[in-house]
């Protein structure tokens, strides 16, 4: 389950109530800035990191918010699904 750690700045995602992975994130002049994505090792090859990426594009597009792709893996993400390129700035 993925949610959105406001005080964190963070979107996380837990597995069976642990926490196994994170996208953090800065808002800048209205601009999303998506930083950094880590999974644990230990979930590491379950497509965690991708989930990540997704419900925090798909929270920035029902936003109306424009990101800022700085975190490598949702760039790459980004490139795999171009439906996402409108949400860019």
């Not at 990540?52 to 109306?64: E, T």
Request: hydrophobic share 40%; aromatic share 8%.
């Amino acid at each position: 389950m993925v949610t959105n750690n406001e005080a964190e700045s963070r979107y996380e995602i837990h597995v069976d109530g642990a926490l196994a992975g994170f996208l953090e994130y800065r808002t800048v002049g209205g601009v999303l800035a998506l930083v950094h994505t880590e999974v644990d090792d230990a979930y590491a090859g379950q497509g965690l990191g991708g989930k990540l990426a997704k419900y925090a594009l798909d929270d920035a597009v029902a936003r109306d918010v424009k990101i800022s792709p700085l975190c490598p893996f949702v760039a790459k993400y980004i490139d795999k699904h171009p439906e996402y390129r409108v949400t860019v700035r």
